[in-house]
């Protein structure tokens, strides 16, 4: 739950994503992360596939921080029991995180109240919708364009879009319904615009696996960071940490990653990005 912070100049919004907690040393590491009272962080989605794990980190991290804002990731959303997947799992997602004191993009956006601010918190909920692939490479035929490089990603087996038609259809109604709720924001504040996916696609730069990109976010929100007067922009998923500029606006990709992708023995607190007050405050 939010408490009041010792000194609310001191407050950092901090960000990371992708833990990918089923693994021992990802999960060793958080629960070593020291607690950091004054601080909200963000959890950019991807943090476990199962339920259980998902709890364990919200419990473990409403207890360290301030405050905690999370968005789903794709694994989060993986069917891996007979719990079921879809719209049906998100919701148990939403559920748990409420019980935890968690916001989620289900909920009213808050207001960043330390340095940097005011800036309207804008948790998302977007997924993809294909739209981030070559112009030359037709709908029908994204997946056997990807299967040339093995970059099928593993939702086409393990991420149901129930009851929704498809993934794509999902996507569609999850902006429309995002978008109704930006337009009803205060035109005079800023926000810092979060989810999951990149918002453009020529901020998805993944040399290792080019052929993922149709996986990676929708064209429909390439604009979002300038109509909806973005201080910044977070993102995870591509397991690429980096910081992008856009227009005069800050993108920042801040997966942790697979234990491969990251120093273990330095521990989660450096991979923390500070968002607010944040670099160029």
């Known amino acids: 739950m939010s408490r009041p912070p010792a000194d609310p100049t001191r407050m950092r919004l901090l960000a990371i994503s992708d833990l990918h907690l089923s693994s021992p040393s990802n999960f060793a590491a958080l629960a070593a992360l020291p607690a950091a009272p004054d601080d909200w962080l963000i959890l950019a989605g991807d943090v476990a596939e199962h339920p259980d794990k998902v709890r364990q980190a919200f419990e473990m991290l409403s207890a360290r921080f301030a405050r905690l804002i999370w968005v ?5 959303l993986w069917t891996v029991s007979a719990g079921g997947g879809g719209e049906a799992k998100y919701r148990l997602l939403v559920d ?19 340095p940097g601010g005011p800036c309207v918190l804008v948790p998302m909920f977007l997924l993809y919708d294909y739209s981030f692939r070559p112009a030359h490479v037709a709908l029908e035929d994204v997946l056997d364009w990807a299967r040339e490089e093995r970059a099928v ?9 129930a009851p929704f038609a498809s993934r794509i259809a999902w996507c569609h109604a999850r902006c429309a ?21 990149p918002l453009r696609a020529d901020l998805v730069r993944i040399p290792r696996i080019p052929r993922f990109t149709p996986w990676c976010g929708t064209t429909l929100t390439e604009d979002w960071h300038r109509r909806y007067r973005a201080r910044a922009v977070v993102s995870g998923h591509l397991h690429v940490r980096r910081t992008d500029w856009r227009d005069g606006v800050r993108f920042e990709e801040v997966s942790l990653g697979y234990p491969r992708q990251w ?15 944040g670099p160029s405050d």
């Open 177 to 197: 319904l995002t978008q109704a709720r930006l337009e009803a924001l205060d035109p005079s504040v800023e926000t810092i615009l979060i989810n999951h996916y």
């Open 96 to 114: 748990l995180a409420r019980e935890c004191g968690v916001l989620t993009p289900e909920d009213p956006y808050p207001l960043w109240p330390g």
């Open 263 to 277: 120093d273990p023995q330095r521990g989660i607190a450096p991979y923390l990005r500070e968002i607010l007050p």
């Open 72 to 76: 789903p990731g794709n694994h989060e």
């Open 153 to 161: 990603c593993a939702d086409e087996m393990l991420l149901s879009p």
